[in-house]
């Protein structure tokens, strides 16, 4: 995935990312519209397809809502770099398929606009623009299987066969 | 090498002798959760598996709690999913109407997490069952989708915090004292990806009410779960709400348990704590708090809306009077809060210091209905979140409180303690 890099700062909750007045619908382009609404009104609509958010510590603190990487990815954002993630964000992520990868490096080196592409397999992260190389935390051998599979929901159901 | 109360019922759940934290581990769970913000897309997902029947129709707990009573027709369409998925699946454990309360308060209420079960909950405030000595963390709706089908989690063992609380608490001061003052200690992610495990003489002595309040913000220090071992504060609450509780297996950790940091905390000179928006970290003493005029004032939701919590606002607000153009909202978080503290004439006095009533639901906590903030309006609340728009508009501000601070204030009309109104303790 390769992209336009925007960046956001420390402890970004999921209230910030979608707030809570949006819940009353699971329709993915709905929760788009409003997506980080409330710390930068025009992201949903400067945000271009394949682009990256690349953040600081915690990102997606806060609530369990699914609806958080669900907006997210449905902005077309392809991918999320972070110096760390709050867990219940890692699992929804990889959950509905919005990759996300660890890369403190990453975040301190990137400015906002910079050409980014990013290999989720390898951890392998091209800052186009500066033209350097940053490496990132591999995904656990795990979470590869669940994406193999197409998600959780697939990867549970094809364990269901095989027992 | 001895184990934690949290390795512990892990290990059991998996069918394990020994398990290490960062050890990926599949474990079945006792309870799965969901809400009616959180249950739709775990109900899509589940429909979309195209397996007929959950794994386990006592297991699976649906409760209509955000936006209910249905406070738009987009939410009604949500509370419809949920009722008629428990209705298709003849779910022992739904609940709305009259029979709904507030998930974290509700569920331990009706005895239906016990002592050493693993729960996990599309809600990130699941951790509060730590309180019983329970496994319980927040998970997405699709991890809540898979469990529906297999009963089973995979989750990584977390590494665990222990957190001493000793010495004798102030008057005022309580369970979601020391929970703000330890988030305003180690941070937002001062726990993130581990178990905090809260113990010492003080944590001996706090009723079940104000252990809840610990546990259900672990969260709020990016914890994956808190837990407070059951004792017999614990055996007592369990015996009139479960049926063979004697049956029930306790769990404690090991002398010997490995942790990967020790905090010891003397309360003895601890205040009642503020924190200041926008982050649940941002805490301050009350002593330190300084002029902080308020427009509303919300005392409930799964941190504080219990009996006991309403009982301690009660002791402030009576013969009282909610300053001029302050709103003071109440919200008892079960309807058997809400009966008993009409027994206990709590509503009456709430009532005659012009508070509103409201039945249960998260509602203002999450911005969803009963007392939606302004631009620029100011909040405290007994809530456990004061992001940025959390209660209302991007540009007002939500304080957090334990019950008395928030009472005292809504009179007041300004940020205080109960002394300065001259309720002493």
Known sequence: MKGRCWKFGADINTDLIIPGRYLNTTDPKELAKHCMEDIDSDFASKVKNSDIIVADKNFGCGSSREHAPIAIKATGVSCIIAKSFARIFYRNAFNVGLPIIICPEAFEDIDEGDEVEVNTHTGKIINLSKEKIYKAEPIPPFMHDIIAHGGLMHYVMARKKNK | ?425
Not at chain 2, 113 to 128: L, N, Q, R
Not at chain 2, 371 to 389: C, K, S
Request: glycine share 8%.
């Open chain 2, 1 to 425: 090498m001895g184990m934690t109360i949290t390795e512990k019922i892990l290990a059991e759940h998996a069918g394990l002798k020994i398990i290490k934290p960062g050890q990926l581990i599949e474990v079945k769970v006792d309870i799965v959760l969901a809400n009616d913000i959180t249950a739709p897309f775990a109900i899509e997902k589940f429909r979309a598996s195209r397996v007929e029947k959950v794994f386990d129709k006592e297991k699976i707990v649906l409760v209509s709690d955000h936006f209910a009573p249905n406070k738009d027709i987009l939410s009604a369409e949500q509370c419809r999913l949920l009722r008629e998925f428990a209705k298709e699946q003849h779910l022992t454990h739904f609940y709305e109407g009259g029979e709904m309360g507030i998930e974290h308060a509700l569920l331990p209420e009706k005895g239906i997490v016990k002592p050493g079960d693993v729960v996990i909950g599309a809600d990130s405030h699941t951790c509060t069952y730590g309180a019983l000595g329970a496994f319980a963390t927040g998970v997405g709706s699709t991890d809540v989708a898979a469990a529906m089908v297999t009963g089973e989690i995979w989750l990584r063992v977390p590494e665990s915090i222990k957190f001493v609380f000793n010495g004798r608490l102030n008057p005022w001061v309580g369970g979601k004292d020391l929970i703000l003052h330890t988030i305003g200690d180690i941070g937002v992610d001062g726990a993130l990806y581990k178990a905090m495990e809260f113990t010492g003489e003080v944590i001996k002595d706090l009723s079940m009410s104000g252990r809840f309040t610990i546990t259900n913000m672990a969260i709020e220090a990016g914890a994956k779960s808190g837990v407070i071992a059951a004792d017999m504060v614990t055996e007592c609450y369990v015996r009139e709400r479960i049926p063979n509780s004697s049956k029930i297996k306790f769990f404690t950790s090991d002398d010997d348990a490995k942790y990967s940091a020790i905090k010891e905390y003397r309360v003895n000179k601890m205040e009642p704590q503020v924190a200041f928006p926008h982050s649940p970290e941002n805490v301050r003493s009350i002593s330190e708090v300084g002029n902080v005029p308020i427009d509303q004032v919300v005392i409930g939701s799964c941190t504080n809306g219990r009996l006991e919590d309403l009982q301690i606002a009660a002791r402030i607000l009576k013969g009282k009077k909610v300053a001029p153009y302050v709103r003071l909202v109440i919200i008892p978080a079960t309807p058997r809060i809400y009966q008993e503290a009409m027994r206990q004439g709590l509503l009456e006095i709430f009532m005659d210091a012009h508070a509103v009533i409201s039945p249960p639901t998260c509602g203002p906590c999450l911005g969803g209905h009963m007392g939606v903030l302004a631009q620029g309006e100011r909040a405290i609340a007994t809530t456990n979140r004061n992001f940025i728009g959390r209660m209302g508009h991007q540009e007002s501000e939500v304080y957090l409180s334990n019950p008395a601070i928030a009472a005292a204030s809504a009179v007041l009309g300004r940020i205080c303690s109960p002394e300065e109104i001259g309720v002493r303790a």
